[in-house]
């Protein structure tokens, strides 16, 4: 089983359209929960960190489950420019490394 | 947030060779980056973490006599890719972490990629 899992899609939605992914991870000790944006043949770009009580930015809402072991990233009133791929990235506390370990991305089509 | 910096943006090259790739934290000090492989419709894979001053821990996989990593300064790491093939071909990314308010936070060069004849 992977680390970290996406549906991996694509979600096609129409403008204006609510959309919302999960991401589930496997190593229970995970800490630290993020979404990136990555765009066609761009770096990843970090779009929020997920806090345990949840936060929001605006259009986008993240959610953490601990018990299911899972994410969410809902995005409301979908713009054109929203298209992109999503990835999911956690990171396991008290190891010593910092580095994530990323989902392999949901793809997010948003149409006119 | 914090600037991280990739260079080259692209290479191509012949198979044999060696390519480096620089990265730089513009406005922060780190004290360790990772590099990152991204294949097509993939996701991103951990190479290795580079730590300055010391040597790079390689993920289970990664060829360390294939990938040197170097980070010699608080802001710059540079992988080479020695003798070069065509499946090397890829994105490669790096990342710098940054800790602020108690937070460590990845940030992303706008990485290189590699096309080897």
């Known amino acids: 089983r992977k680390e970290v899992e996406q549906d991996p899609g694509p979600f096609n939605v129409p403008e204006g359209a609510t959309v919302a992914f999960n991401c589930t991870y496997s190593n229970s000790a995970s800490q630290s929960f993020f979404w990136y944006r990555q765009d066609c043949r761009k770096e990843p770009k970090l779009l929020m960190s997920?806090?345990?009580s949840g936060n929001e930015d605006g259009r986008f809402t993240a959610q953490l489950n601990r018990a299911s072991q899972y994410i969410s990233l809902l995005i409301r009133d979908s713009k054109l420019s929203d298209s992109a791929t999503y990835l999911c990235?956690?990171?396991?506390?008290?190891?010593?490394?910092?580095?994530?370990?990323f989902g392999s991305g949901t793809r997010l089509q948003v149409q006119p | 947030g914090a600037v991280v910096s990739q260079h080259p943006s692209w290479v191509i090259c012949k198979s044999g060779t060696s390519v480096k790739i620089e990265c730089r934290s513009l406005?922060?000090?780190?004290?360790?980056m990772f590099w990152y492989r991204q294949f097509p419709k993939q996701s991103l894979m951990l190479m290795a973490t580079?730590?300055?001053?010391?040597?790079?821990?390689?993920e289970q996989g990664v060829e360390k006599d294939k990938f040197l990593i170097n980070h010699a300064s608080l802001t710059l790491s540079t992988l080479t890719v020695t003798s070069a093939h065509p499946e090397d071909s890829s994105f490669y990314i790096c990342?710098?972490?940054?800790?602020?308010?108690?937070?460590?936070?990845?940030?992303f060069g706008p990485g290189t990629r590699l096309t080897v004849l």
């Open positions: 990235a956690v990171k396991p506390l008290g190891t010593g490394r910092r580095a994530l370990t």
């Open positions: 990342s710098a972490g940054e800790l602020a308010g108690g937070t460590d936070t990845q940030y």
């Open positions: 406005d922060f000090q780190a004290t360790t």
């Open positions: 580079s730590n300055e001053g010391s040597k790079a821990t390689y």
């Open positions: 997920v806090y345990s």
